[in-house]
């Protein structure tokens, strides 16, 4: 994938697919969306008034993170979120996350963890170059595999009925299969030599190896890009290519057509290079449970 951004070739999922699960339910209140709520006012709040909320959110949603999804995402994006700038009121915050990566800040970003002598650093290199090809949330990669040309992703919301269907295929050509392999053989190996250990310490230990890499490589706040940044950046460059509501919901694994156009990166963040190519090739089963509002 880093060559192909320095050639400018596309990286794209060529198919989607879902298995679906018997009925289906919604929740009145998405936690993503509480997340986001406290993260909204970071602003307006003091560091230790900003740690007090977080620490308090966390704790309520711990509860369910362990059945519940939705939880564990918005846990996530509650622990990557800095406290706000000492100077606050100018609105110069660091609360707010960047919902892109730009090719030429991804570049760096790899060439640097690549090049280095971490071991973490490289974990953490493909964890956000396979992210950005395949768009998965970061706690999917651990019940992921590679079936041919497609990567099976098991959807981490299909056990409340919030994803669309069990599983999701998402079609990888023969650039983007090789960072998908080496990822996945990287954490299924770390975990067989620490079977003590979960896989959310390797996470959260890759997660942190980036945070201190970004914040050497870049002071300015507005590009402290983290891992679910990689998922914003997926949801851009569908949206450059022009791709459905529905078919960037099948692909992120979402059973909502406007979870993705409300909360991950916009058309306007995507790669140019994405709005000159074609269409992934669709799946002929149409997707019944992609809800549309």
């Known amino acids: 994938m880093l060559q192909a951004i320095r050639d400018g070739a596309g990286q794209r999922p060529v198919s989607s697919g879902s298995v679906e699960p018997n009925g289906s339910t919604s929740l009145a209140l998405h936690p993503v969306d509480f997340a986001n709520w406290i993260i909204s006012h970071t602003r307006t709040l003091s560091k230790r008034t900003w740690f007090q909320y977080k620490s308090a959110s966390i704790c309520y949603l711990s509860q369910y993170a362990t059945a519940e999804a939705d939880y564990a995402e918005a846990i996530a994006l509650l622990k990557q979120t800095p406290p706000p700038s000492i100077n606050s009121s100018t609105g110069a915050t660091s609360s707010r996350k960047p919902k892109q990566i730009p090719e030429k800040d991804l570049v760096k970003l790899l060439d640097t963890l690549y090049d280095s002598r971490s071991e973490w650093a490289s974990r953490a290199a493909l964890l956000l170059e396979s992210s950005i090809i395949a768009g998965l949330r970061p706690i999917e990669w651990k019940q992921s595999l590679i079936d041919g040309s497609q990567l099976v992703v098991t959807n981490a919301k299909a056990t409340n009925n919030r994803a669309n269907g069990e599983l999701r295929m998402i079609g990888l050509n023969s650039e983007e299969i090789p960072v998908i392999k080496d990822n996945l053989r990287e954490i299924h190996a770390w975990l067989e030599l620490n079977p003590d250990k979960s896989y959310d310490t390797y996470y959260e230990t890759a997660r942190r190896t980036l945070n201190r890499v970004v914040r050497r490589l870049w002071k300015d706040k507005t590009r402290h890009y983290c891992l679910y940044s990689s998922r914003h950046q997926f949801s851009a460059n569908m949206k450059a290519m022009m ?25 306007i963040s995507g790669w140019k290079r994405y709005k000159n190519l074609a269409k992934p090739e669709r799946d002929a089963r149409p997707s019944s449970r992609v809800r549309k509002k």
């Open 243 to 267: 791709l459905s509501k529905q078919e960037i919901a099948e692909l992120m694994g979402h059973n909502s057509e406007e979870t993705a156009g409300s909360h991950y990166g916009r058309r």
